[in-house]
């Protein structure tokens, strides 16, 4: 089992970067798939997927709305994942939430993914 808690949300305006970590503790780590989704405020909307990379780092995928803009990399030595975000807009805010999933594929589907986070909040004003 793994534990997950982000960090580095917070109120940027719109153009500027932020950098979100989520630290993983349990065992294995380097054996999990991991991802970020994020969900946006207001009654209805879903958590949506934002990017994910291999247990490896050798692979990484994006939505079409970050790609370009954010990118997903890990640490296995430090049990933490990153997502840089750079010319954030202020339809980027929601919470964000990194998940995991010990698997080889990785999966941009949020039921695919068994363990999450509580979530950081990233506001982008324009």
């Known amino acids: 089992q793994v534990q997950l808690v982000e960090s580095g949300g917070g109120l940027v305006q719109a153009g500027e970067s932020l950098r979100l970590s989520c630290a993983a503790s349990?065992?294995?780590?380097?054996?999990?798939?991991m991802g970020w989704f994020r969900q946006a405020p207001g009654p209805g909307n879903e958590r949506d997927f934002v990017?994910?990379?291999?247990?490896?780092?050798?692979?990484?995928y994006y939505a079409d709305s970050v790609k370009g803009r954010f990118t997903i990399s890990r640490d296995n030595a430090k049990n933490t994942v990153y997502l840089q975000m750079n010319s954030l807009k202020p339809e980027d805010t929601a919470v964000y939430y990194c998940?995991?999933?010990?698997?080889?594929?990785?999966?941009?589907?949020?039921?695919?993914?068994?363990?999450w986070g509580r979530g950081t909040q990233v506001t982008v004003s324009s």
């Open positions: 349990g065992r294995a780590f380097s054996s999990y798939a």
């Open positions: 998940a995991a999933d010990r698997s080889t594929v990785v999966y941009t589907a949020t039921q695919k993914y068994n363990y």
């Open positions: 990017a994910a990379i291999s247990w490896s780092g050798g692979a990484t």
